[in-house]
């Protein structure tokens, strides 16, 4: 059913309408870009080893042969280092999640076990979230929420490797999480702090960096700085976000937003956040119209921003095949993606594993469904 013309009138009218009242927000959003305008500074190029880890997201790591579902969990560095591997079928036990973090078990993933023994906690202890794994409906965010702590325990057990010259260790993604508990979060917050100190006591900066390619601050402000040609410069260039701007794009709480140094103590003295970043906008490309990034800085390392930023534009401006994005990012993704010819071996693993138990007539019939019926349905699209 179409719209007639006259209900196209009507809509229209309450379309213009309703923006009239979103106006004085974009005059408030141009304000801030203006704001940030004033603030840009030009980037200068400093040399580094730059590292980067990623885990491909769970549609492209995800294997079927119904009812089963298997969910890999694979961790990769930029040098091609596999960081971690898990398989976890759908309908797992919540609690069987402890088992990755245990010394010696065989279902144990090595940076997990790392992080759970400093931490003195198990997996589940690490995250609310986590209880959703075999729920119908739930299962899958609760697998989204454990690559994400994984990704984090890798992280953790890069900065303790003795690296002998300056290194940034670049997250795709922020550094800031809703998936640890609000009091873990802090813990290993001064974890990371306490080891990155020990590194600059042997004259080597180890930073790390997180990189996004949206945020919500960049999203809501996006057609301000366009209209405002914030970063129209002909020369790669950042400015830091002010506390109030960012605030004011976020629609959750602050604990996305504060760190140690800006969250207040409890009763007991303890606190609760989820960031270490401090965000920056950065446009490593030399002409006026490349994109934009959101970048965190750990919030320690704010002063050293002129430094860490000229670096990751070392490891950004040859990016490929996105231009002016940090190049050791995107060689995790090529290193962490699995082909389609693995993904065909893993299916007939876990079809194998499914049918093991089987009559061998049973297999034959198993066998004919998954690749009779796989051939008549594509011959059938193909043809249409």
């Not at 603030?39 to 190029?45: E, G, R, T």
């Not at 589940?124 to 697998?143: D, H, N, R």
């Amino acid at each position: 059913m179409t719209l007639s013309e006259d209900g196209f009138n009507q809509i229209r009218d309450r379309i213009q309408s309703a923006y009239e009242t979103e106006q004085p927000i974009i005059e408030r959003l141009r304000e801030f870009a203006k704001r940030l305008k004033n603030d840009i500074k030009p980037i200068k190029p400093y040399s580094v080893n730059a590292v980067s880890f990623v885990s491909v997201d769970g549609g492209d790591n995800r294997l079927y042969f119904n009812p089963a579902v298997i969910e890999l969990v694979r961790v990769v560095d930029s040098r091609g280092n596999q960081c971690a591997l898990d398989a976890i079928a759908g309908n797992a036990e919540y609690g069987s999640l402890d088992r990755r973090g245990e010394l010696g078990n065989s279902l144990m993933v090595a940076p997990l076990q790392k992080l759970c023994n400093d931490l003195n906690v198990t997996v589940t202890q690490l995250s609310y979230l986590l209880k959703g794994l075999g729920e119908p409906g739930k299962s899958t965010g609760a697998v989204r929420i454990y690559r994400d702590i994984v990704e984090w325990a890798v992280l953790y057990e890069l900065l303790h490797k003795e690296w002998g010259l300056d290194t940034i260790i670049v997250r795709e993604g922020m550094l800031r999480t809703k998936s640890f508990k609000r009091q873990i979060f802090p813990r290993i917050d001064e974890k990371i702090r306490g080891v990155c100190a020990e590194h600059k006591k042997k004259h080597v900066n180890v930073s790390i960096v997180g990189v996004a390619k949206q945020s919500a601050v960049l999203s809501r402000l996006a057609v301000a700085l366009e209209l405002e040609e914030t970063f129209h410069k002909p020369f790669p260039c950042y400015v830091k976000v002010p506390d109030d701007i960012e605030a004011e794009c976020y629609n959750f709480d602050r604990t996305w937003l504060d760190t140690l140094e800006t969250s207040e103590p409890n009763e007991d003295g303890s606190y609760l956040y989820q960031s270490m970043g401090k965000l920056f906008l950065v446009k490593f490309g030399d002409r006026p119209f490349d994109p934009v990034w959101p970048v965190d800085l750990a919030k320690w390392d704010v002063k050293e921003a002129p430094r860490i930023i000229g670096q990751l534009l070392n490891d950004a401006q040859p990016g490929f095949p996105i231009p002016d994005f940090p190049q050791s990012v995107q060689k995790a993704h090529d290193f962490a993606t699995v082909s389609g010819i693995e993904v065909s071996v893993l299916q007939d693993i876990l079809f194998n594993g499914i049918t093991q138990k089987f009559t061998p007539q049973e297999q034959e019939r198993i066998l004919r469904m998954k690749h009779l019926g796989q051939n008549l349905t594509n011959r059938r699209y193909k043809n249409a």
